[in-house]
C-alpha cells in the first residue's frame, strides 16, 4: 500500500495476505567506499535509508576516462548480479521477469525497482541480505514470509528493514569514521579481525533479534522505529558482555538456523 501525505512524502506499508575487477583495470573499490546516504523518514513510523539529493549544478559536465567507464561498468554488473541472485535465493523456482518489474514489491522493496532503496545503504545492504539469504536459508525464509509468531495487519518490509539494519550498524560501528570511536565499535573491530564476514553475520543476527523485539512488542507499521532502537540496545548488551569474545558467544547468535 502507498501513501502520499500532505507534504508529499511517501509513507509504505506491507499488509499481510494470510567479483570484483581484474588487477590493471584501474578501478579499485571497497565495501567502505560504497556505503553512503543518511536516513530520511518516510512517516513516522519507518525510517528508509535514502541517499539525499543533492542539487546538481547544469553547468557541471563529467567526462570519464576510458577506464572510469570501466569501473562503472563493472559496479553496475556487479549490482545487477548481485539482485539475480538475490531473487534466485529468495524465491527459487519463481521467475524474475525483469530487475524492473512489479515482483519485487513481493521482497518488501517500495517499488519495482529495487535500487532505489538500496542505494542508501550502499552496495553492502544488498550484498548483506545476499549473504544472509545464502548462509541462512532457513532464517532468511522465516522473516522473509513472516512465519513466525503472531504477526501485525500491518507488517514491515522485509527488504527495506533489512537496509535499515545495514545502515544502523554503520552507525553503531562508526564505520564512517575510520576508526572506532566506543567501546561497541572497538569490539566489533576485534570480532572482524576474527571473523573477515563479522559484519554479515552480525547483520542476520540483529535482522533475527529485530523480528523479536517486533513480536515481542506487538509491534505494527508505525512503531518500527521503536523496534529499531529496543534492538539496538539488545545488541550493544549482548556486544558488551565478557563472555562474547567471538559472535558465536552471543545470546542471539542461536536465533539463526541454516
Same mark, same amino acid.
Given at each position: 500500500?502507498?501513501? !502520499?501525505?500532505?507534504?508529499?512524502?511517501?509513507?509504505?506499508?506491507?499488509?499481510?495476505?494470510? *567479483?570484483?575487477?581484474? %588487477?590493471?583495470?584501474?578501478?579499485? @573499490?571497497?565495501? +567502505?567506499?560504497?556505503? $553512503?546516504?543518511? $536516513? +530520511?523518514?518516510?512517516? %513516522?513510523?519507518?525510517?528508509?535509508?535514502?541517499?539525499?539529493?543533492?542539487?546538481?549544478?547544469?553547468?557541471?559536465?563529467? /567526462?570519464?576516462?576510458?577506464?572510469?567507464?570501466?569501473?562503472?561498468?563493472?559496479?553496475?554488473?556487479?549490482?545487477?548480479?548481485?539482485?539475480? +541472485?538475490?531473487?534466485?535465493?529468495?524465491?527459487?523456482?519463481?521467475?524474475?521477469?525483469?530487475?524492473?518489474? /512489479?515482483?519485487?514489491?513481493?521482497?518488501?522493496?517500495?517499488?519495482? =525497482?529495487? @535500487?532505489?532503496?538500496?542505494?542508501?545503504?550502499?552496495?553492502?545492504?544488498?550484498? /548483506?541480505?545476499?549473504? &544472509? +539469504?545464502?548462509?541462512?536459508?532457513? @532464517?532468511?525464509?522465516?522473516?522473509?514470509?513472516? *512465519?513466525?509468531?503472531?504477526?501485525?495487519?500491518?507488517?514491515?518490509?522485509? @527488504?527495506?528493514?533489512? !537496509?535499515?539494519? $545495514? &545502515?544502523?550498524?554503520?552507525?553503531? &560501528? =562508526?564505520? *564512517?569514521?575510520?576508526?572506532?570511536?566506543?567501546? !561497541?565499535?572497538?569490539?566489533?573491530?576485534?570480532?572482524?579481525?576474527?571473523?573477515?564476514?563479522?559484519?554479515?553475520?552480525?547483520?542476520?543476527?540483529?535482522?533475527?533479534?529485530?523480528?523479536?523485539?517486533?513480536?515481542?512488542?506487538?509491534?505494527?507499521?508505525?512503531? &518500527?522505529?521503536? !523496534?529499531?532502537?529496543? $534492538?539496538?540496545?539488545?545488541?550493544?548488551?549482548?556486544?558488551?558482555?565478557? =563472555?562474547?569474545?567471538?559472535?558465536?558467544?552471543?545470546?542471539?547468535?542461536?536465533?539463526?538456523?541454516?
Amino acid at each position: 500500500m502507498r501513501v !502520499v501525505d500532505g507534504k508529499g512524502g511517501l509513507l509504505v506499508a506491507v499488509r499481510r495476505l494470510s *567479483q570484483w575487477p581484474a %588487477r590493471g583495470s584501474g578501478c579499485h @573499490s571497497s565495501h +567502505a567506499e560504497v556505503v $553512503t546516504g543518511s $536516513t +530520511a523518514w518516510l512517516g %513516522r513510523g519507518l525510517a528508509c535509508v535514502c541517499a539525499q539529493r543533492r542539487e546538481i549544478d547544469g553547468r557541471l559536465l563529467l /567526462n570519464l576516462t576510458p577506464s572510469q567507464e570501466e569501473c562503472l561498468r563493472r559496479l553496475q554488473s556487479r549490482i545487477v548480479e548481485a539482485l539475480w +541472485a538475490l531473487w534466485y535465493y529468495a524465491y527459487p523456482g519463481v521467475e524474475l521477469h525483469g530487475l524492473i518489474s /512489479n515482483q519485487w514489491k513481493e521482497m518488501g522493496w517500495q517499488g519495482k =525497482d529495487p @535500487s532505489t532503496d538500496f542505494r542508501g545503504g550502499g552496495f553492502i545492504s544488498l550484498e /548483506n541480505l545476499l549473504f &544472509f +539469504a545464502k548462509t541462512y536459508p532457513k @532464517s532468511f525464509h522465516a522473516l522473509l514470509r513472516k *512465519q513466525e509468531g503472531v504477526r501485525a495487519m500491518w507488517e514491515y518490509p522485509f @527488504s527495506v528493514a533489512g !537496509v535499515n539494519i $545495514t &545502515f544502523m550498524l554503520i552507525q553503531m &560501528f =562508526d564505520l *564512517q569514521a575510520g576508526r572506532p570511536r566506543s567501546m !561497541v565499535g572497538a569490539i566489533f573491530l576485534k570480532l572482524l579481525l576474527e571473523n573477515e564476514r563479522a559484519f554479515d553475520m552480525l547483520y542476520c543476527i540483529t535482522f533475527k533479534m529485530m523480528d523479536q523485539q517486533w513480536l515481542a512488542m506487538h509491534a505494527s507499521y508505525m512503531d &518500527f522505529n521503536l !523496534v529499531m532502537k529496543s $534492538t539496538r540496545r539488545q545488541l550493544e548488551r549482548e556486544l558488551l558482555l565478557e =563472555d562474547t569474545q567471538r559472535i558465536e558467544d552471543m545470546p542471539s547468535y542461536r536465533l539463526l538456523k541454516r
